[in-house]
């Protein structure tokens, strides 16, 4: 159980374009998603907690126009970077919970490369 | 939230015991030890979680000694399919409670 899904795997976009990030607890119900970024050779850096039905709310440092992020059941969260550049080539990886008193479950990550 | 200190990287053979260290010297009375896992290009892994003196599960144990200063992560056995990084992370028994924060971790390289 407890098995949370990313899609794409891996995506290429051209610079200047927009690029969704969907994140799917497939057998729970996620009242919290968390968004995170990783750069090769470093660890994971949170960007935003996304809660259901509410807006995320953002780590500093983080534009919250450029990386939208929606909410919009217990069971998806999506991430779109908006007008994408080269420097957000990364790989963006996100988990969620049922709630503080659970388990925080990572999903297998997607690899965003912006030409 | 406690510092945690692990070293960069560590290598080993297949067959032998790896035991990777990590400091977190302000570790809180309510603070659990977590361990996870993360190979190349896939998201982490959670391994093993303790309190204090030792846990130990079908993957790996966990030795915290009585000042839980320190905890050591122990892999009997490494095959060339434990190449990975390493993060020890102390804070929340249930991790789901905040957004976790990672340190450097330690890569793990195991040669044939």
């Known amino acids: 159980g407890a098995v949370v899904s990313q899609h794409p795997s891996w995506v290429i976009c051209k610079s200047g374009t927009s690029v969704k990030i969907e994140c799917r607890s497939l057998?729970?119900?996620?009242?919290?998603m968390f968004w995170y970024r990783q750069f090769p050779k470093q660890s994971l850096m949170l960007m935003a907690t996304s809660n259901e039905g509410s807006k995320a709310t953002y780590e500093q440092g983080v534009e919250k126009d450029k990386f939208l992020i929606n909410h919009a059941s217990l069971t998806l969260s999506t991430l779109t970077v908006t007008s994408a550049h080269p420097e957000d080539s990364s790989f963006y990886i996100c988990?969620?919970?049922?709630?503080?008193?659970?388990?925080?479950?990572f999903g297998p990550g997607t690899r965003l490369t912006v030409t | 939230l406690a510092k945690t200190t692990q070293p960069i990287s560590m290598d080993s053979y297949e067959g032998q015991e790896v035991n990777i260290t990590c400091s977190h010297n302000n570790i809180a009375t309510n603070d659990y030890i977590t361990w996870y896992q993360q190979f190349p290009s896939q998201g982490p892994r959670f391994i093993i979680q303790g309190y204090k003196t030792k846990v130990t599960n079908e993957v790996a144990s966990l030795f915290i000694p009585a000042d839980r200063k320190s905890s050591t992560l122990s892999l009997p056995r490494v095959s060339l399919s434990d190449t990975a990084v390493y993060y020890c992370l102390v804070g929340d028994r249930n991790t789901g409670r905040r957004a976790l924060t990672f340190g450097s971790g330690t890569r793990l390289q195991v040669q044939p």
């Open positions: 988990s969620a919970t049922t709630g503080p008193s659970y388990e925080q479950y």
């Open positions: 057998d729970f119900q996620a009242t919290t």
